[in-house]
T-cell receptor, first 113, second 110 residues
Framework: GAGVSQTPSNKVTEKGKYVELRCDPI?????LYWYRQSLGQGPEFLIY????????DSGLPNDRFFAVRPEGSVSTLKIQRTERGDSAVYLC???????????FGPGTRLLVL | AQRVTQPEKLLSVFKGAPVELKCNYS??????LFWYVQYSRQRLQLLLR??SRESIKGFTADLNKGETSFHLKKPFAQEEDSAMYYC????????????FGKGTRLSVIA
């Protein structure tokens, strides 16, 4: 079946703009995760959804970052007033439920100029 | 706090030579350890998790709680093993996020 998909694959924006990144998890997976991977680093946890609710958002760096998953499937990561330091690859993963194997998407490469 | 350390950024070995990718962790609870791999132009994927005690593509990893290590080993490296490898940790309960190391790039030379 189809794996986790993410759109867009690349996004270039200007400092101060708003961006939305989309994640389509594997069908039937209730758990969804967002990570951020900066150059030379491993993925860093941002937020975790179980169903529609954000069960753990402790990794969000500040209040410019927000994520939703209104119907318990597709999720959108929203970044307001982007800064150059937000440039990174944003990864989404899903699992059948929490604690099960996480399957990663290809990522969205965000570049803030 | 949870922390995963992969001391080598890059590891180069000859084809057929043994491979050991090092991973040390810091965690006060009961950890579950994972190795993830990312081949060129592919997405991150799970290689193995210590709870499964499996050997995948000839790789094994043993959790050593005394040394807080989870090194990845393979007796004979193959060119197709060249990739980026990430060690990761979470609580056994699965109720904490995955914490990743910075990764080690393995290059297998023919």
């Amino acid at each position: 079946g189809a794996g986790v998909s993410q759109t867009p694959s690349n996004k270039v924006t200007e400092k101060g703009k708003y961006v939305e990144l989309r994640c389509d998890p594997i069908s039937g997976h209730t758990a969804l995760y967002w990570y951020r991977q900066s150059l030379g680093q491993g993925p860093e946890f941002l937020i975790y959804f179980q169903g529609t609710g954000a069960a753990d958002d402790s990794g969000l760096p500040n209040d410019r970052f927000f994520a939703v998953r209104p119907e318990g499937s597709v999720s959108t990561l929203k970044i307001q007033r982007t800064e150059r330091g937000d440039s990174a690859v944003y990864l989404c993963a899903s699992s059948l439920t929490r604690g099960e194997t996480q399957y990663f998407g290809p990522g969205t490469r965000l570049l803030v100029l | 706090a949870q922390r995963v350390t992969q001391p080598e950024k890059l590891l180069s070995v000859f084809k057929g030579a043994p491979v050991e990718l090092k991973c040390n962790y810091s965690y006060s609870g009961s950890p579950e350890l994972f190795w993830y791999v990312q081949y060129s132009r592919q997405r991150l994927q799970l290689l193995l998790r210590h709870i499964s005690r499996e050997s995948i593509k000839g790789f094994t990893a043993d959790l050593n709680k005394g040394e807080t290590s989870f090194h990845l080993k393979k007796p004979f490296a193959q060119e197709e093993d060249s990739a980026m490898y990430y060690c990761a940790l979470s609580a056994v309960s699965g109720n904490t996020p995955l914490v990743f190391g910075k990764g080690t790039r393995l290059s297998v030379i023919a």
